[in-house]
């Protein structure tokens, strides 16, 4: 490996117990997109159905994960880094960095959005008392990146509070409705317009697909491959399972996928908008740290500078957030997460099989790779057709061809046309 990005290399005294690592991926399961998946999904199958098709993408997504981390566990680097080995240096600083900052930016003022929004609401609601929802987004944007510039260890601490507070109150929620007479709804419940095993599936792959693609920010601080292994599948598969559930759950018994709306039939506006406020929060910190870590390797600064360019993703997402992000932004961002996954494809062909899943075979590549950048270009393109985002673009809808769920057929693309193209261009096996 090149020592000229040593400057972000983990150090033995950084590494962190797998069960750290697996809190902070069952708080990024915790937030309210989650639960508003989950909705969508109970809502377009039955409960059973919905169950399998939630085990099944998360199942894809570990797998994924698991290979990703690994690879950051061995290198010690995050995945903007780690990329210039499967698109060079230059194509992964342009190309990969670019969209991950954007990507990571662009779901942070979302999040603040839809914590200032219904910060908002049920403020009024509780008080009578009207604060501007720009407001509201401001402040708990800046609350929240401050927590991101702390590092890992901030997110850390978050989560040891947020996630079970976070447990307890949807817990209650649904025990209430069920109580209540609410559940009543969930007997013999059937979809009025079904979305099929595969529509659930490729739901729930998309719903963290992107956090999958950047787990190699997190896992690189695991002690061990093992260790990396346990975490993904421990933080994100049964929580994944029980909140998506919860949603569809609670959204069948309300009427509703607003978070809000759960918690104040529930009778608990204030601990409501606790944990709504946390849910946002543990997820939204994430955002903002791999944004400044893939904003520093695109400005060319090592991990001493990453808190700078932390802050400058969170204020960014932050204004994005203020001016109405939530409105007019969501379209661009499933775009990129259909481009995303493609990213995935060749870093796994190019780690774990040209190079043997072997450290010593890895290598930041200089200028741009062409192998990597061509087989992720049509890994991206294929998603992007059969996934349903061109659909979405009257320009370009012809080009849409649905088939199976399409950020795995983009990751299995990019794979498929490295392994084939690499080698004979002489990447060292």
């Given at each position: 490996m090149e020592k000229q990005n040593s400057g972000f290399e983990i150090k033995a005294e950084e590494r962190q117990s797998w069960v750290s690592i697996t809190m902070v991926w069952i708080g990024a399961m915790i937030c309210v997109p989650a639960l508003m998946i989950g909705g969508m999904i109970g809502a377009g199958l039955s409960l059973g159905t919905a169950a399998l098709?939630?085990?099944?993408?998360?199942?894809?997504?570990?797998?994924?994960?698991?290979?990703?981390?690994?690879?950051?566990?061995?290198?010690?680097?995050?995945?903007?880094?780690?990329?210039?080995?499967?698109?060079?240096?230059?194509?992964?600083?342009?190309?990969?960095?670019?969209?991950?900052?954007?990507?990571?930016?662009?779901?942070?003022?979302i999040q603040a959005a839809v914590c200032g929004s219904s910060f908002s609401s049920m403020i009024v609601g509780m008080t009578r008392l009207n604060i501007?929802?720009?407001?509201?987004?401001?402040?708990?944007?800046?609350?929240?990146?401050?927590t991101a510039c702390f590092r890992f260890s901030g997110l850390k601490w978050l989560n040891k509070i947020a996630v079970p507070l976070l447990g307890v109150v949807l817990a209650y929620s649904l025990i209430y409705n069920l109580a209540s007479g609410n559940g009543a709804a969930l007997v013999g419940y059937q979809p009025a317009a079904p979305i099929g095993?595969?529509?659930?599936?490729?739901?729930t792959v998309g719903s963290f697909?992107?956090?999958?693609?950047?787990?190699?920010?997190?896992?690189?601080?695991?002690?061990?491959?093992?260790?990396?292994?346990?975490?993904?599948?421990?933080?994100?598969?049964?929580?994944?399972?029980?909140?998506?559930m919860l949603g569809g759950i609670l959204a069948i018994c309300t009427g509703s996928y607003d978070i809000s709306v759960f918690l104040s039939t529930a009778g608990l506006p204030f601990i409501g908008l606790v944990a709504l406020v946390l849910a946002t929060w543990t997820t939204n910190v994430s955002n903002a740290y791999s944004g400044g870590l893939a904003l520093s390797v695109l400005l060319g600064q090592d991990e001493k500078k990453s808190q700078m360019t932390t802050a400058v993703a969170g204020i960014i997402g932050t204004v994005l957030a203020a001016v109405g992000i939530l409105n007019s932004i969501q379209g661009f961002l499933s775009l990129l997460s259909a481009i995303v996954p493609a990213l995935m494809g060749v870093m796994i062909a190019d780690y774990w099989i040209i190079g043997q899943g072997k450290v010593e075979n890895f290598e930041i590549r200089k200028g741009f790779y062409a192998p990597?950048?061509?087989?992720?270009?049509?890994?991206?393109?294929?998603?992007?057709?059969?996934?349903?985002?061109?659909?979405?673009?009257?320009?370009?809808?012809?080009?849409?061809?649905?088939?199976f769920i399409g950020p795995i057929n983009g990751i299995v693309v990019a794979l498929v046309v490295y392994v084939i193209i690499a080698k004979p261009a002489g990447k060292k096996a």
């Open positions: 098709a939630i085990i099944i993408g998360y199942v894809l997504i570990c797998i994924f994960m698991s290979f990703m981390g690994m690879h950051a566990c061995d290198t010690g680097l995050p995945t903007a880094v780690m990329a210039g080995s499967a698109l060079g240096e230059k194509g992964a600083k342009y190309i990969i960095s670019t969209i991950l900052a954007i990507s990571c930016i662009g779901w942070f003022g501007p929802v720009w407001l509201s987004s401001v402040v708990w944007g800046i609350i929240m990146l401050l095993l595969v529509g659930g599936i490729s739901l697909v992107v956090a999958a693609a950047i787990s190699g920010d997190y896992c690189r601080f695991a002690k061990s491959r093992n260790d990396v292994v346990k975490s993904s599948i421990l933080g994100v598969l049964p929580a994944g399972l029980v909140v998506l990597g950048v061509v087989s992720f270009v049509l890994g991206a393109l294929v998603a992007c057709m059969t996934g349903g985002t061109f659909a979405t673009i009257p320009a370009l809808s012809f080009l849409n061809i649905p088939f």
